[in-house]
């Protein structure tokens, strides 16, 4: 296939956390808000003036001075934004929207402010509590940790507008990025598609990471040339899989995943286009902060929800995933010292396996993981153990006809 | 200046009949034993035990026995010897303080001590009392349905252990002379009699064994870090921590019960950098080696990120159990997050009583509030005497006392108030005649901190007899002692959230570096320290990521922090000698100290219960 107009400057944007549209954003007087989990709505912190940047350590080296302070049994990704904040990496953010969801990613927004990172006069790290399950008084627990801990600190802090049509207008706009971001991942479901796993990865990756203003043009380029790009003759892949799992901020890991011939055709992990791209449907009856909070808590598909019914929606959404987008399997992975999907992936492997008859591979992995040769021959163990399942299953179907 | 014992007693209550505790009639409840699967169950057992016998080496085995006879004969003579040598002065010594070397009590390969200490006249009388009457609590309790509950015995290997639950007391109690080791013995009845009894009810009440519907209908089981307190509403039922019994507390008897459990998640699966705590529930799970008991579960998001997820296997293997998740704000300092907690709290209420048909009462509630009110106040109490230059209360079964007494029995309990007055009373006296806990030993006051490891080590016992390092409170004692809310309703469930959420552990670890980082200063000062014991769980990661700021700023401090490496149950990671050798290095290179007992720097303790 011919290559994307845009790939290399998206990628180049996917270099440092302070991207080229990113500075512009600053230049025009925006305000840049990071922030890393999922729970936070990214929406809310693209009202008024505001804009999200969701933090990632790219070309992350030695994290020797993070490990000093976090020890080396803890979450690489959690160390490698420590460590990118001591170097100054983060010093253009204008504030820090953190979330007690998980220890070790808690512990880099308090090592953030205790290190004093950013010494900006109005630069803030908030800290919100999130909820374990899908219940009315959760909801309410949780539009107010948005309220208090969030939008007033934006509005003391920046005198940010955070009425009701403020939050409507970023909605919008927002759904504008998920729409182009939904099309173009639905264009994974052919059998000969158009679009690499890769490419998708890194299309979504600027979407989370550049001011949405700015990438909007860009992706909507892109999308207009996807629709006229003419696939190869065949497809190149040998399998398609379904990646299910923890943080994955390194296209690279698709890359490598695609290079041994397994096309990624479902992205079902945190900074993955499932959740975080789905559209944001208001209605005018309620406040929009409220169907804003309902939305991220049903969608989301984080394993710290505890309630039986969210731990079925996870299986549900990877099974449901993987046989829309036509996977012949799923790799369950997790970044290594992650408790949460540590427990999860042992299980759900195992559930997957058995019950729903889904090839599967499990794997944990550091947060750089590109050179690993123990994943790349994982991966081309797997790879070929679909091919047999796919040449045995043709056998067993001609052999029935 | 003599302390006075203040005049604490239990407020007057509205009059109630005298009810015993637990229900008699939980125990009286009907067995219905399938006897089927009992023969089966015991015929497989007896395969494993034929095969056993056949694959021991039994020359290996009479040639250890030989050697052993032949050590223990030397010893004696040994000790006859020495005795026979000692001034009058040193006799009289030892007949009233009894032995100091305590390292010879160890032997290499062995799972016991050779014998008992002797820790003179008076105290090994007393300690000997002691041992009778918790054989007498024991058989008494186990006698209430002993077909179930020694039947458990052949259905989980957990089981045991518990057969080694005196030697428990002798190592906790190690050293330990007059007083103390009375409040020693006092605390420690109390919580092995409600293992017996919980013991007696989860045989009764398990599926496989004494199947006992009558029981389960009135039995909630909860996770084994949800604290007890919600259970008081409910007079009629009885709340089990599900997998305190196969799981944790075992394991402080014997290090080695969980290591299967952790074997069997992670050949499942489940990455060995995570806590073995949820390790060993879901490896119980896994291999099915916790009772299927109870009408329903109260799982919970407490205290860290490993616990959280310990419910989804709990839900694989009893997909019957209905399952209630109480969960918690984690930020707990923040007002606006009191009423979730409490949202929370009225809704498992609610499921309960759904499950179960019983029915909350506030009175029932409230009694136990205000007996656990009293509790802390005495608890209060012998912080105060342990804050000043002559501690008294120390060791590992305080310890573990006022964690059970705050996690687990939370006031339910009527025969736990005698218990705090009687050692209370002890603990002024002591203070008022000067007492050693450890005669003559103590040198340094230490505070643990961070998850501790001293139950599955007997480290605190060791850090006193080998170097004189007294501990005088630990992290997880320190938690919610503000009187809870006895008259209104809806202000009762807020203080209960409150309480819930500081939790043993979770009050440190979450809400907030400061609630761990500055809280240990604040206390350093508060206690008058010279050493701070910083057990580092290498699987804990709410802990491990503070490793840094802890360190910058003990320095910056001044203090004297010893971190000691440890994975909890799983000695194999690092093990009981390799923790000592921390200590005894730092000791000896930083402090220029010699220890006060040197039999106890190098012994082999590693298969030792």
């Known amino acids: 296939m011919k290559d994307l107009k845009h790939l290399i400057y998206f990628e180049s944007l996917l270099e440092n956390a302070d991207n080229e549209l990113v500075e512009k954003q600053k230049a025009e007087g925006g305000l840049a808000i990071g922030y890393t989990c999922f729970h936070i709505p990214e929406v809310l912190l693209n009202v008024g003036n505001c804009f999200s940047v969701r933090l990632r350590a790219p070309r992350t080296g030695s994290i020797d001075i993070a490990t000093y302070y976090m020890s080396n049994y803890t979450c690489e990704f959690a160390r490698s934004l420590v460590e990118r904040g001591i170097e100054g990496g983060f010093n253009f953010l204008d504030g820090l929207a953190g979330v007690d969801a998980c220890s070790m990613m808690n512990r880099f927004y308090e090592h953030f402010e205790v290190l004093k990172m950013n010494e900006k006069p109005n630069f803030f790290v908030t800290h919100t509590d999130m909820p374990y399950k899908v219940e009315p008084h959760t909801l309410v627990h949780y539009r107010k940790q948005m309220q208090l801990r969030l939008l007033d600190v934006m509005k003391e802090k920046y005198g940010v507008d955070i009425s009701d049509e403020a939050i409507r207008a970023a909605v919008e706009e927002h759904n504008k990025v998920c729409r182009i971001i939904t099309e173009i991942g639905e264009m994974r479901k ?28 860009y992706l909507e380029e892109t999308l207009a040339e996807l629709k006229k790009r003419k696939p190869d003759k065949k497809p190149w892949y040998r399998a398609r899989v379904a990646v299910v799992g923890s943080e994955i901020d390194d296209p690279d890991f698709t890359k490598m995943i695609e290079e041994q011939g397994a096309m990624v055709v479902a992205d079902r992990y945190c900074y993955g286009s499932t959740p975080g791209r789905e559209v944001i449907e208001l209605n005018d009856d309620e406040p929009a902060l409220d169907q804003i909070c309902r939305h991220y808590m049903e969608v989301a598909e984080c394993a710290r929800y505890i309630s039986d019914e969210k731990v079925a929606q996870r299986r549900e959404t990877a099974d449901r995933l993987a046989r829309e987008f036509g996977a012949d399997g799923i790799i369950y992975e997790q970044m290594k010292y992650c408790d949460f999907w540590g427990f999860e992936r042992a299980l759900v492997t195992h559930i997957m396996s058995t019950e729903k008859g889904w090839p599967v591979l499990s794997i944990d992995r550091l947060y750089n993981a590109k050179g690993s040769g123990q994943l790349r021959t994982r991966f081309q163990a797997f790879v070929e153990s679909l091919e047999i399942k796919k040449i045995q299953k043709a056998k067993q179907e001609g052999g029935n006809a | 200046m003599a302390f006075k014992l203040p005049d604490i007693r239990l407020p007057k209550f509205r009059k109630e009949p005298k009810v015993k505790y637990p229900n008699p009639a939980f125990f ?46 030397n010893r004696v003579k040994d000790e006859i010897e020495a005795i026979s040598k000692m001034s009058p002065a040193e006799l009289q010594y030892l007949l009233q303080y009894g032995e100091k070397k305590l390292g010879k009590l160890y032997r290499s390969g062995a799972m016991a001590t050779v014998r008992r200490e002797f820790r003179g006249v008076k105290d090994t009388a007393y300690d000997f009392w002691e041992w009778l009457r918790m054989w007498g609590m024991l058989l008494g309790t186990f006698s209430k349905d002993l077909v179930p509950a020694l039947n458990m015995t052949f259905w989980y290997r957990w089981m045991i252990s518990y057969m080694c639950c005196v030697a428990f007391m002798d190592k906790n109690t190690l050293g330990q002379r007059g007083r103390a080791l009375q409040m020693s013995h006092l605390m420690i009845y109390d919580i092995f009699r409600y293992v017996a009894e919980n013991l007696v009810l989860l045989a009764k009440g398990d599926r496989k064994n004494g199947n006992s519907s009558e029981l389960n209908k009135k039995m909630v089981i909860f996770d084994e870090m949800t604290m007890g307190q919600i259970m008081c509403g409910f007079p009629d039922l009885i709340g089990v921590p599900f997998q305190l019994m196969p799981v944790f507390l075992v394991s402080e008897i014997d290090q080695l019960t969980c290591v299967p459990y952790i074997d069997a998640v992670e050949s499942f699966g489940l990455p060995s950098d995570t806590c073995p705590v949820p390790s060993s529930e879901c490896g119980a799970l896994v291999i ?138 002890l603990l002024y006296d002591a203070y008022n005649a000067r007492d050693e806990a450890w005669v003559g030993k103590m040198r340094y006051r230490g505070l643990v901190w961070s998850c501790p490891a001293h139950y599955y080590a007997n480290f605190s016992n060791w850090l006193a007899n080998c170097w004189g390092i ?54 350093a ?11 580092q769980n290498v699987a804990c990661k709410n802990m491990s990521t503070l490793q840094g700021m802890l360190d910058d700023l003990a320095r910056d401090k001044n203090f004297h922090m010893i971190w000691i490496e440890h994975d909890l149950m799983d000695p194999r990671t690092v093990s009981r000698k390799t923790m000592r050798g921390k200590v005894n290095e730092y000791m000896r290179t930083v402090m220029k100290a010699e220890p006060v007992d040197e039999t106890l720097l190098e012994f082999d303790d590693e298969i030792m219960m």
Not at chain 2, 525 to 535: L, P, S, T
């Open chain 2, 28 to 73: 009286r409840a009907k067995d219905e034993i399938d006897w089927k699967k009992q023969g089966e169950n015991l015929l497989e057992f007896s395969k494993i035990a034929v095969e056993l016998i056949k694959e021991t080496d039994w020359k290996e085995f009479l040639a250890k026995q030989k050697s052993d006879m032949i050590s223990d004969f």
């Open chain 2, 470 to 523: 007294d501990i005088l409170v630990e992290m997880e004692s320190l938690n919610y002692t503000k009187p809870l809310e006895t008259e209104d309703p809806d202000l009762a469930l807020q203080d209960l959230a409150r309480l819930y959420e500081r939790m043993v552990m979770r009050r440190h670890t979450n809400g907030g570096y400061h609630n761990v980082v500055d809280e240990l200063w604040r206390q």
């Open chain 2, 288 to 425: 099915d080696a916790l009772p299927h008991v109870g009408s329903c579960f109260l799982s919970s998001s407490m205290p860290c990120d490993g616990s959280v997820m310990a419910s989804s296997y709990f839900s694989r293997r009893f997909p019957d159990m209905p399952v209630y998740h109480l969960c918690f704000p984690v930020r707990y300092e923040y007002e606006e997050t009191v009423e979730d907690g409490a949202e929370d709290i009225r809704q498992c209420i609610r499921f309960i009583e759904e499950q179960t048909g019983a029915k909350w009462s506030w009175d029932a509630y409230f009694t136990c509030m205000k007996r656990f009110n009293e509790e802390t106040k005495y608890e209060l109490q012998k912080w105060e005497v342990n804050k000043t230059n002559y501690p008294q209360i120390i060791g590992p079964s305080y310890e573990l006392f006022r964690k059970w007494n705050y996690e687990m029995d939370g006031g339910a309990d009527p025969r736990v108030i005698p218990t705090f007055k009687k050692v209370n009373k």
């Open chain 1, 190 to 217: 052919a059998e000969n598609p158009v679009i690499t796993g890769y490419e998708f990865h890194v299309l979504n990756l600027v979407s989370y990471t550049c001011p949405k203003a700015q990438i909007l043009p």
């Open chain 2, 525 to 535: 000062e508060a206690w008058n320290v010279d050493i701070i014991i910083m057990y």
